[in-house]
């Protein structure tokens, strides 16, 4: 079946780096898009962008430019994202979703999604 | 503060039904397809409803989707007390920011 399995709980700094893994398993990794969306405690979903595992193309939301970062190693069927210079209210469960595109006028769903993983951000 | 606006919570009895609103604008719900998460507590959001009305393989016809203009609901049908969840809608944007958004969430609560 197909399935995200992310990496396991993170606990970090103020000005750190993390960087989660996204293992996809079930389903040809290179046709779907990966999309990052994450879920601060008590919160709603904020979605983060998407990488193509094809082509390695990326669409960071506006708010996550310049200190987010997702790559992919299609060899290993995982895809990674990274987010720098860490505060406290970046303390959220991250997501990763498989997905179209998405756009003005296609097709926007996520479907399946990882299991999350919990960073907290904490001196 | 979400992009798309639902209302904080909706309850019903077991066996009813209810339905939980989604608004938004022309660059959002009213120009792109819309898709609904159910999230159990302590769980991963789950797809119930894509393409404004489509339900995935293995979600029961109880949960349903429509779009007019501006907005999108859900509806459920046969209310169980494992529906209990919050839900979220979803869609893209197509503003100067450009990308996916949601909703706020709505808590269900089957009384």
């Known amino acids: 079946q197909v399935q995200l399995v992310q990496s396991g709980a993170e606990v970090k700094k103020p000005g750190a780096s993390v960087k989660v893994s996204c293992k996809a398993s079930?389903?040809?990794?290179?046709?779907?898009?990966m999309h990052w969306v994450r879920q601060a405690p008590g919160q709603g979903l904020e979605w983060m962008g998407w990488i193509n595992p094809n082509s390695g193309g990326t669409n960071y939301a506006q708010k996550f430019q310049g200190w987010v970062t997702m790559t992919r190693d299609t060899s290993i069927s995982t895809a990674y994202m990274e987010l720098s210079r860490l505060r406290s209210d970046d303390t959220a469960v991250y997501y990763c979703?498989?997905?179209?595109?998405?756009?003005?006028?296609?097709?926007?769903?996520?479907?399946?999604w990882g299991q999350g993983t919990l960073v907290t951000v904490s001196s | 503060q979400s992009v798309l606006t639902q209302p904080p919570s909706v309850s019903a009895a077991p066996g009813q039904k209810v339905t939980i609103s989604c608004s938004g604008s022309s660059s959002n719900i009213g120009n792109n397809y819309v898709s609904w998460y159910q999230q159990l507590p302590g769980t991963a959001p789950k797809l119930l409803i894509y393409d404004n009305n489509k339900r995935p393989s293995g979600i029961p016809d109880r949960f349903s989707g429509s779009k007019s203009g501006t907005s999108a609901t859900l509806g459920i049908t046969g209310l169980q007390t494992g529906d209990e969840a919050d839900y979220y809608c979803g869609t893209w944007d197509s503003s100067l920011s450009a990308g996916g958004v949601f909703g706020g969430g709505t808590k269900l609560t089957v009384l």
């Open positions: 079930g389903y040809t990794f290179t046709g779907y898009y």
């Open positions: 979703a498989r997905g179209p595109k998405g756009g003005s006028g296609y097709s926007n769903w996520f479907d399946p």
